[in-house]
Nanobody, 116 residues
Framework: VQLQESGPGLVKPSQTLSLTCTVSGGSITTNYYYWSWIRQAPGKGLEWMGAIAYSGSLYDSPSLKSRTSISRDTAKNQFTLQLSSVTPEDTAVYYC?????????WGKGTLVTVSS
């Protein structure tokens, strides 16, 4: 399974960050696959932001729940992240990930900088 993140590299404060993960080599509706967004801010550890399951069920991070929205487009085999009301503290490398039950696959990550 291959994952590729895409989206703007620069977002202004208070705007909404939107990223898309395009999946190849597998379907986002494959049973028991869970598709996540994870980020890593400079000098910090990995932070799980939320996930959408093969069934379409959503899982939220308690700390980000009010600002995140994850959705999918099964026709395009993509899933997306929207993070609202961003601040410079949301500057990070954003990764999409799939947990298959046997192993995880990761995208290469995309740096998003929040700055005016």
């Amino acid at each position: 399974v291959q994952l590729q993140e895409s989206g703007p590299g620069l977002v202004k404060p208070s705007q909404t960050l939107s990223l898309t993960c395009t999946v190849s080599g597998g379907s986002i509706t494959t049973n028991y696959y869970y598709w996540s967004w994870i980020r890593q801010a400079p000098g910090k550890g990995l932070e799980w932001m939320g996930a959408i399951a093969y069934s379409g069920s959503l899982y939220d991070s308690p700390s980000l729940k009010s600002r995140t929205s994850i959705s999918r487009d099964t026709a395009k085999n993509q899933f997306t992240l929207q993070l609202s009301s961003v601040t410079p503290e949301d500057t990070a490398v954003y990764y999409c990930n799939v947990h298959t039950g046997f192993m995880d696959y990761w995208g290469k990550g995309t740096l998003v900088t929040v700055s005016s």
